[in-house]
Every structure is written in structure tokens, then in C-alpha cells.
């Protein structure tokens, strides 16, 4: 591992350890205690609906570069990047893994990466411009004064934005083949058939999470309406987009325990409704296992027979006799 994801990793980590440091691990053991099986229903059918938003827009991206891609593979093949996302470090293997794995089938490696590449920043930009749009209605962390809360909020969207773009450029593909990447957002995101499209997914898959974090909210016992909560959970969103997390664990539980805190609920509230996401979020990429052990088997099947092969052919070259 490089020094940088080191790097990476132990602020995640730390973002992590603070919090429950300050705040104590009862906030902590409380998340974990907080879901039931009625919390367990509600993340797999918004992890339903949000992953196959995401893979549509992946798709619809991927057509535009003139890839193929099949909606139910593109579903399964989220379903597996989610899971070992979160329980990967770094947050992105997943990713990585699927956009590797289609650019193979697809016959072209560089496009299947950027394709995946252009989803993930689509998904992101639609989330900035949200937040940004919910920081100008509603204005919803009390503190004191406009400019700072636009900074709270802007610095965040700012952030995340930078975070984002930070990742895109320092690929290497990324950065010897500028002029093809521009092309690819040209068609892959720009063009007419297509930006619609992956804008509306993009609003729909984040509708999911936003919901997703309510759920958790009142899992956790918090009581605040809705329409306090949801820029508590867009800001939350947001600081996950950061390239410092683990899993997506750190900077969300972080903001949500100073967010909180901020708003008058309770830093300890906010670092609750964190860690309940954090397990909601897990629970709802679980579909990505039974993806990843049904391709295994055929591979064992494939692979099983031709050991069974190799040993009877060895058992002359080791003096014995084939039965």
C-alpha cells in the first residue's frame, strides 16, 4: 500500500477514534444496538432502489461511450462493488473492481474505467448541487449568522467537490489521455440522450440514502422532524465523498457528531445516527455477497476438475500407476 492511502486510511481511522474518544463508546455501542429487523427491511428495499438507480446511470453512461452493458449485470455487478467498498479500506475497491472487470468483457479496459470514473463524479456533482440548493432554501443549521452557515455548508460542498477531483486526476490513465476523458464526458454525460437521464437517477438514488438516513435517525430515537434532519443528512453524504474514509466510516461520523452538535441535538445523537447509517448502509450491500459466491462456484466447478486431471497424470511421473 502506498504512503499516501496509509495516509488515507489513518485519517479515516482517526475521524473515526476522536469522536468516540470525546463523546465516549456508549454512542457508538448504541448505534450498533439500535437496529432491528424492521431497520433491516427498510435498508434492503432502499438498497434495492438505490442500486439499481446507480447502475441504470451506470449504464446509461457506459452506452454513451459506446460500451455494452446489460442493466441486470450492471446491477449485480453494484451490488458487489458496494459490499467490498464497505468493508475494503479506502472506500473505492469496489469501484475499481467492477470498472476493470467490464472494461475487460467490453474489450476496452481504458473506456470501461473512465466509464465508471464519469458515473461516480455524475452521482457526486448531482449531490454538491443538492446540498448547495438545500443550504440556499432552508438555511437549516442554526448557526450564528448567514455568511457562516453558508461556509459550513459551501466549505463542505467545496470539499467533497475537490475530493472528487482530486481522485479523477491523479489516475494515470486519467492524466495521459485528458483530451480522450473530455471526450468521454462529452458523450458520456453530456450528450442529449443521455444527462437527463443520469441526473434523474442520480436525484433518485440520493433520495434513497437521504431516506436511508432517516430511517436511522429514528432508529437512533431522535424525534426532530424530517425537514431538520434532511440537510443534516445531505451534509453527511457529502463529507462521505472525501477520499480520507474507511469503508465510508470516518468523516461521516464526524460531521454528524459536530452537526448535531450545532443544531441542538446532541453531538452524541449525531455520532449515534452515524454509526446506524454505517450499519444500514452494510446491511443494504449485502445482496453484493450472494453476487460474489454465485460467480465463484463456477469457477471452483471449472477449476476442481482440472486439479483432479493434473494429480492422475502425476501419479505415473511419481513412480505409482493410474487406476
Request: glycine share 14%.
Amino acid at each position: 500500500m502506498r504512503l499516501g492511502a496509509w495516509a488515507r486510511l489513518a485519517v479515516g481511522t482517526a475521524l473515526v477514534a476522536v469522536p468516540m474518544w470525546k463523546l465516549g463508546t456508549g454512542a457508538f455501542l448504541d448505534g450498533l444496538r439500535a437496529v432491528g429487523a424492521a431497520e433491516v427491511a427498510a435498508a434492503l428495499g432502499v438498497g434495492l432502489l438505490t442500486t439499481v438507480a446507480s447502475a441504470w446511470r451506470w449504464r446509461l453512461v457506459a452506452r454513451g461511450l459506446g460500451l455494452r452493458l446489460p442493466l441486470r449485470t450492471a446491477v449485480a455487478d453494484y451490488y458487489a462493488a458496494l459490499l467490498l467498498n464497505a468493508v475494503l479500506p479506502a472506500g473505492v475497491l469496489g469501484d475499481v473492481r467492477r470498472a476493470v472487470e467490464h472494461g475487460r468483457a467490453s474489450g476496452d479496459l481504458g473506456r470501461g474505467v473512465r466509464a465508471v470514473v464519469l458515473e461516480r463524479v455524475a452521482g457526486q456533482a448531482v449531490l454538491v448541487a443538492v446540498g448547495l440548493l438545500v443550504l440556499l432554501a432552508s438555511g437549516p443549521v442554526p448557526l450564528p449568522g448567514a455568511s457562516v452557515n453558508a461556509v459550513f455548508f459551501g466549505g463542505g460542498a467545496l470539499l467533497t467537490a475537490a475530493g472528487a477531483l482530486l481522485w479523477v486526476t491523479t489516475l494515470p490513465r486519467v492524466q495521459r489521455a485528458r483530451a480522450t476523458l473530455w471526450r468521454d464526458v462529452r458523450g458520456g454525460l453530456l450528450a442529449r440522450g443521455v444527462w437527463p437521464g443520469v441526473t434523474g437517477l442520480s436525484a433518485v438514488a440520493l433520495a434513497g440514502y437521504v431516506a436511508l438516513f432517516l430511517v436511522a435517525a429514528r432508529a437512533a430515537g431522535e424525534t426532530a422532524p424530517a425537514g431538520r434532519l434532511v440537510p443534516l443528512a445531505v451534509l453527511a453524504l457529502l463529507v462521505m465523498a472525501l477520499p480520507v474514509n474507511v469503508g465510508g466510516w470516518g468523516p461521516r461520523e464526524a460531521a454528524s457528531a459536530a452537526a448535531f452538535g450545532t443544531a441542538g441535538l446532541g453531538a452524541a445523537q449525531g455520532l449515534t445516527v452515524a454509526v446506524v447509517y454505517g450499519v444500514l448502509a452494510l446491511v443494504a450491500s449485502l445482496p453484493g455477497l450472494a453476487v460474489l459466491v454465485a460467480r465463484r462456484l463456477p469457477e471452483d466447478r471449472q477449476v476442481l476438475p482440472e486439479r483432479r486431471d493434473q494429480a492422475r497424470q502425476q501419479v505415473p511421473a511419481l513412480g505409482g500407476r493410474a487406476q
